[in-house]
């Protein structure tokens, strides 16, 4: 069974200690947990690992001198990166097709290390030898060049999203009424014959209209699609004008 | 041709600087630049517009006062948080499953808000009332919360790389509705206050359970979701309605 503990981050010299703390917390928003920080600045390191809410992830990064270590067992090695600088000498796998691979890659027991580079000029050509793939989050051209923080927490949840399948089926989403199935056509007639009444009682069109006022208030109530709960609700709202309306007439 | 103007961020009194300026960058990166600002903490929006970095993007931010008048001109209005504390009243997207829906509204000419809480409690349940459809990033239940820069560019991520899909591959518009479009936000704002109106006039429901009823109808017509055209001719219905309420009130 796939798990997501086969995946790594890997942050090679990172300078801000927010940068961290922002990866960290990504990551445990996603459900990964391991984390190596290669050669980090020391203090900043430090103050990273101290930081209010610092949590157990933290706490329990690897730490390595090179990169080189900190992939050693993995058997896929993703570096990150803008591309703008450089001609790639590995495939380049755009981010919305990252997670079939990865995905694979777990199915045969693979460990998987996602490695982004320093803030500032990203990883080295060297850092990149040990990569098999470069993957490019599309960004904007104008302005492609993503937070750290922000590039981890992308990354990650396009994995955590789909390249762990959930057992069982994705819920169907459902995009329209959350009101308890929709209305029967019958109640949806019922509702448009007390509108027309109200209608009628409003003054609200000659009477050589009706028929054609009767097709469109048919036709509306079919494009609301209100669900049964709602149907009752409006039908009440109608019903209570109605009386109102009748009521005054009489002189009430 | 759908477009990414068609779609902008809303961010409801954000607290921290430094989130609001993240959330400025993610959408540059993602090339997105329509961001809307609501009731933000005075200094801290005056500090975040003049930081070192701060773009064209954030100098071109709107600021509202209200989360109203931030999505009037919007046809789909998108609340985001996370839902572990309250059972939510409109249907719940996970991000995943989004961008289908979002690059059908952008197909047929509407215009979509994605709209972020506060950092600490998130959007409230009235803020939501303005929202036809929850959004869901799915995290970890141990820590579900995510750092608001990062929330934002998870979001924007998904959409720049699943709405907008090649030339060629967008689907025909709509062969439902033959209606011309989804109403604003605004004009079913309009709608509501009428019918409330007219609920007052017919009696419909005591004084006391008002803002319990206004918070229920403006849920209502986002479920129902009329398009512009039908929006204009239930007004002009409820209008009438009132119009003859009114009249025979006063012993015409």
Known sequence: MPSQAQIGV??????????????ARAMANFGFDRLTVVAPYEPHWREARSAVGADELLQNAHRTESL?????????????????????????VPLPALAPLVAAEL???????????????GLTR?????CQLLLEIPTDPRQPSMNLGQAVAVCLY?????A????????????SAPAKGPAASAS??????VIEETMAAAGY???????????DLRLLLRRLAPAAQDTRRILGLFRRILWRLNQIQKGK
């Open 10 to 23: 890997v942050l090679v010299s990172p300078r801000n200690p927010l940068n961290i703390g922002a990866a």
């Open 68 to 92: 080189a270590e900190a992939v050693a067992a993995c058997t896929l090695v993703i570096g990150t990166g803008s591309l703008t600088h450089r001609k790639p000498e590995q495939p380049v």
């Open 107 to 121: 199915a045969r027991g693979g460990r998987v290390a996602l490695v982004f580079g320093p803030e500032k000029h």
């Open 126 to 130: 060297d850092d990149l030898s040990w």
């Open 158 to 162: 396009e994995l955590a999203a789909r």
């Open 164 to 175: 762990f399948p959930p057992p069982a089926a994705v819920p169907a989403a459902t995009p």
């Open 188 to 193: 949806l007639d019922r509702l448009a014959g």
């Open 205 to 215: 069109s000659p009477r050589s209209m009706q028929q054609a006022n009767r097709h």
